[in-house]
């Protein structure tokens, strides 16, 4: 098994825990009943401020997983440290481990270092619907970068109406557009599919699609974008894109480690 850094630090942001449940084929929860601290000359390269640990856990409840899970399993764990040089309290913690099979049964490899996270009954809640929305079938696809941007200016001052195009991993056509109309203020909303209809709306923040757009979209246009542009539609273009941005506000991604 590859070791893993992991602290069951509790408030990771609601995007925090899609980065993990995106990428883990396991997620489980699970209570510690065994602690083997791993002798130097077994841990080979410890972060500083951990102890490597080989952890035994029972499984009461597999959220994901396709393949099923043991109803025992065992992972390393880089424990960190406190200030006194102890060990955190393992023994008996109920946690949840984002994963995937290691190479021999009942092995698994947490995803992250901080892969493992407090089993709250809030949490495994809040674990539960973010799953559900991943795997729905209408689920909001995988935000690749920008494609194509148009803007059209209207015919009196302060009217116009920019679109621009998203890139996707399998191919869904997703689309952004803003519209700017004398004495009002601007509208903007994102489409699935080919058509902008009056049903499109923002996301709600907090919602998967919320995510995929809030933690996914580039800082300004790329100048490809706007190629075909004259410099005055590339520029509104820009500042509509900039305005749904400020809407989106900023990811909220907290975690640090790798």
């Known amino acids: 098994m590859v070791p893993q850094t992991s ?55 597999l959220i994901r997983g396709e393949g099923g899970i043991s109803p025992t399993v065992a992972y390393l764990y880089d424990a960190p440290l406190d200030a006194r040089g102890k060990l955190p309290k393992l023994k008996k913690a109920q946690v949840i481990l984002f994963a995937r099979p290691g190479g021999r049964p009942g092995e698994i490899q947490l995803i ?95 919602s998967l699609l919320w995510y995929r757009l809030a933690c996914s979209l580039p800082p300004a246009l790329p100048p490809r974008a706007v190629r075909t542009l004259s410099i005055t539609d590339a520029e509104a273009a820009q500042t509509d894109y900039r305005l749904v941005l400020d809407a989106l506000g900023s990811c909220g991604r907290t975690r640090t480690a790798a």
């Open 112 to 206: 992250a270092p901080d892969a493992q996270i407090p089993a709250t009954p809030g949490e495994v809640e809040r674990v539960k619907q973010i799953l559900s929305a991943l795997v729905a079938p209408d689920a909001p696809p995988r935000i690749l970068g920008l494609g194509d941007a148009f803007h059209v200016a209207g015919t009196i001052a302060g009217e116009g109406e920019t679109q621009i195009f998203l890139r996707t991993e399998n191919g869904t056509p997703v689309s952004l557009s803003i519209l700017r109309r004398p004495g009002q203020g601007p509208r903007w909303a994102v489409a699935l599919g080919e058509i902008v209809d009056e049903a499109a709306r923002p996301p709600e923040p907090g």
């Open 7 to 61: 602290a069951t630090r509790p408030g990771l942001s609601y995007a925090d825990i899609v980065d993990l449940a995106d990428k883990a084929p396991l997620v489980a929860n699970v209570r510690i009943r065994n602690i083997i601290i791993l002798k130097p000359e077994q841990a080979g390269t410890v972060p500083q401020g951990h102890r490597r640990l080989y952890l035994e856990a029972d499984v009461t409840g």
